[in-house]
């Protein structure tokens, strides 16, 4: 046990992954764009991945949307944003349905093989929506990424969801499927009388379900699903200890909002229960700095037009609720700060009105981040 | 009649907006507005495990629904809608027998197909659904005349928006298929079924609200209007404002972050007008308390009677 106190700019000069997780909208893409901007130009080579995320961030960031590997920021931009090599910063904004086709490239053993489950009907209509799919493939992505040692570190935007650590559950759903033993049960046996009494059963209950032709066609792709990424489900365990290791940061990237403590002490009390290293809070659109502002003096306001002057009540009234805010922000703030604890640390970003994700905005995110 | 109230004749109303923006405080307003009409109103979650936490519950006193309606409060009921329930719903109606019933459920592989096989999790919630908008009093009318639903992030209410003509392709006979297109006569009519998009008046929400409507015409799914919720006032009028401008410029003062808000939320708005031509119901901030959702429906009331 170390009393060193976390910081964030510690935290983006020597992990090897970052995994920001959070809910929906609140700002969890732009921070982790923020943070490997920052380690970039504190001189690493970084890779952001991230899932779905807003178009203009693709836009400011310079790269396309959805490419099939991780695409380098174009080097102007790069040198724009003060990132000099042998730093570099790499972002890969990946759709589950053209990793999951890579995989099943990479993990058939003849071209003929994967062509025959890319063109398979029921692969196509709905593998994005085998449960879990999404995450697999991040989690996947994510693990090969850091083990070819490109990258010095890796900066992973997690999936929205309502809980922030869904996307670690999801991936064991999927291999408890892929585990082939769960879909031996839905082939025809020729064993035991009991094995095959209970694969008659399971049958007629698909059989019932989908219609018979339907039930052996799906049972069939599943079979060949699973063959294919039960080679993966391996990974998902060593991720697992991999992620709990001392080269990997979580953070919790919230707003301020009435349920925002509930779910800081939920995430907090989970990433405990799974062995994750949780390292910090990071609150954005927080007004807490705001406290310090002050209404300036009447000297300074004696020259106004006389419009202005009538219009000076109203603008008060504004300053008082701007600060009352500001005092809100600032509490949970020390609130989240308190529960942060020793090992971990709480961070307020300001509230950018003009839309979180031109870079110049980015920029000053990510100063502020490594300065912490 | 207004598209607002409007919204109170449909059998179904989605939900739907970007995570942050008050959707499920929206929700709970609405109910409450609607058992002030007199509707019979159920509010639904969807969610993945039984314990998780609602936000809509909250609204109610409760960590969260149960899988089966109950009363959350005077004329209101509430419900979760959980994949499994559905997944076990369709298999007892599918399956006649009940020995054959019971097998099916209590069959370890067949429980890890439904959990993870594609697209059974969004099956089993349109199934819970569907079965919810069957369900009938005594007298032949509808259990529950309006079906009011917090939907999740973006891309799953697409998922589930999308589902019956995705798996009608792949399945177009059985009883998956008359589910589906049951389903579909709810859901796709524009007289029984909507979907309401929640925002706010800034630039993520407003750019994630155009690309959900977009992509909600693309699977079939009727839109009713856009909820623009946490509209700032402006006091200025618009000479004030110029005659402020400057001075704040040099100064900055306390409150000069407020003085830009109305402006951006404006043009924000009208970035929307020019995207939809669907109807925008423009919410004012109200403080978060006991008194909001209440507060939120007096609002929308009197925006009923005359957006």
Known sequence: ?372 | MSSLQELFTRRVVLMTGKGGVGRSSLTAALATQAQRKGVRVLICDIGDDPNDYSPLARHFGRDRFTAAPTLVAPGIHGVVLLARSGQELFLKSVLRSGTLARAALSSDALRRLLSAGPSFKEMGVFFQLLTLLRAKLPSGEPEHSLVLIDMPATGHTLSLTGLPELLLRLVPRGPIAAALREGQSYLNDPKLGAAWVVAIPETLPVSECLELLEGLQKTGMPTGGVLMNRVPVDPFSAAERSALQSPLERINPLGAEGFRRPVLARREIARLRAGTKLPIIELPELAHGAALISGLADVLEKEGRTS
């Open chain 1, 1 to 372: 046990m170390t009393n060193e106190l976390v910081r964030i700019g510690e935290l983006i000069r020597n992990r090897r992954v970052i995994v920001c997780c959070g809910a929906g909208g609140v700002g969890k893409t732009t921070t982790a764009a923020a943070l490997s901007l920052a380690a970039a130009r504190a001189g690493r080579r970084v890779l952001v991945l991230t899932i779905d995320p807003s178009k203009r961030l693709a836009e400011t960031l310079g790269v396309s949307r959805n490419p099939p590997t991780p695409v380098a920021v174009p080097p102007d931009r790069q040198i724009a944003a003060g990132i000099h090599a042998p730093a570099s910063l790499d972002a890969w904004m990946l759709d589950p349905k053209l990793v999951a086709d890579e995989s099943v490239r990479r993990l058939t053993k003849t071209p003929e093989d994967a062509e025959r489950v890319l063109s398979n009907r029921i692969y196509q209509q709905v593998s994005s929506m085998v449960a879990g799919m999404h995450e697999y493939t991040a989690m996947e992505a994510l693990h090969r990424l850091v083990n070819e040692g490109r990258y010095d570190l890796v900066v992973l935007d997690t999936p929205p969801s309502r809980h922030a650590l869904d996307f670690l559950e999801a991936p064991r759903r999927l291999s408890g499927l892929v585990d082939s033993s769960a879909l031996q049960a839905f082939l025809p046996k020729r064993d035991s009388l009991m094995a095959r009494a209970a694969s008659k059963v399971i049958e007629k209950i698909l059989g019932a379900v989908f219609g018979e032709e339907f039930a052996h066609e799906l049972v069939a792709f599943m079979m060949t699903f699973s063959g294919i990424f039960s080679a993966l489900n391996v990974d998902v365990n060593a991720m697992r200890t991999f992620l709990s290791g001392p080269d990997v940061a979580f953070l919790l990237v919230t707003s301020p909002a009435p349920a925002t403590l509930a779910e800081a002490h939920f995430f907090q009390d989970k990433t405990k229960e799974l062995g994750l290293p949780f390292r910090g809070f990071v609150l954005n659109r927080s007004r807490a700095r705001n406290t310090s502002k002050r209404w300036p003096d009447e000297t300074s306001l004696e020259d106004l037009p006389a419009e202005a002057k009538a219009a000076l009540p109203r603008l008060q009234v504004m300053a008082q609720g701007e600060l009352d805010a500001a005092k809100r922000d600032l509490s949970l703030l020390t609130e989240l700060e308190q529960r942060a604890g020793t090992s971990a640390t709480a961070i307020a970003v300001p509230e950018l009105p003009e839309g979180a994700d031109d870079m110049l905005t980015l920029l000053t995110i990510a100063d502020a981040l490594a300065a912490s």
